[in-house]
């Protein structure tokens, strides 16, 4: 037989949050400990996932809900999300699908959007899964940077400049994973009006919406218009602790007159793929309307290492960082003419301290970052903070 080859479509797929893994891997092999700062997820480390929410999925399998759900979830769940969604102050919702995790939400809401030759605007530094998905459908996607030198929020006029006839969406992930930036009414009031000049669909990225520090409390896009065609992607994942659950939801929102004919295009794939893991469903309900009290132990807890991680961070020779305002992450900076994807690759072999590189995210041309977990417990990051500045002081003093 001929060698088979993969198609072309994924020639240009990276998603370095995971690629990074492969090195460590190899070197856990050779029985050496890896210190990960890499991946977000906290079930790994010292936060669980609450008790109440178990106990739901473990009911609704016992009670038989180990079938199909209709395809767009569950009335309860579906009910529970747009409540949830109506507090936060969205209104003129016209839609709303459970998915496999937000990431599925992600990838069907572009893949109804954009036609080959389309664009949409991706946030750099951002989430590296949107550039993925724009990859694998032979679309584009544009980045627009995101302003270091003003906490991280949005350069209003660069993203404009990003803007052409062949844009279709502007994508906003708030609170920001890697930065850790949460955008202010001005910024997001600022997007909403470059989208409806520009007739653009705004995809609202907020599944760290619950966790924000120093008391900053997170604005929902969609809350400020109802005008606009706004979708607004969560998930328990993040905020209710429970990433391997793969539970995530899409809101849909504007003028049906507007957004209807897009919206029936999403959903002929949500019914194609038939449904989202059934009986996880019934912890929609319960996380979003039972008891919270995990998540003011779980801010208090990521605080206190994001205030350790800023502090250190800061202290190093050649970096600098913003102070994070959600999610767990840190962007710093490395003030140095450097390769970022050599750089933390030698750290990882010279410490085993696992970051992941900042051009994996995106990054202004000729700057170079990594991106740093603050989830694990204060000694492992006071640990991997002391080896990283030994690093540094060795080979780039």
Known sequence: ????????????????????????????????????????????????????????????????????????????????????????????????????GASEAIELCITGLLDTGDNILIPSPGYPLYSAVTAKLETIGRSYYLSEENDWQIDIEALESRITERTRGIIVINPNNPTGGLYTKETLLQVIELARKHSLVIFSDEIYDKLTFDGAKHISTASLADDVPIVTLNGISKSYVAPGWRLGWAIMSGPKEIIGDYIEGVMKMVRARLCANHPEQYAIKPALEGPQDHIPINIAKMQERRDLTFKRLNEIKHLSCVKPRGAFYAFPKINLDIDDREFTMKLLEETQVLVVFGSGFGQKPGTAHFRVVFLPQMDILAKSYDKLEEFINKYYA
């Open 1 to 100: 037989m001929k060698k088979i080859m993969p198609s072309k479509r994924t020639e240009n797929i990276t998603y370095a949050i995971r690629d990074v893994v492969i090195a460590a891997n190899k070197l856990q092999a050779q029985g050496k400990q890896i210190l990960n700062l890499n991946i977000g997820d906290p079930n790994i480390f010292d936060f669980d996932t609450p008790e109440h929410m178990k106990e739901a999925v473990i009911k609704a399998m016992k009670d038989g809900h180990n079938g199909y759900s209709p395809a767009n979830g569950t009335k309860e769940a579906i009910q529970a999300i747009k409540d949830e969604a109506e507090r936060k102050g969205i209104k003129n919702i016209q839609e709303i699908f459970v998915s496999t």
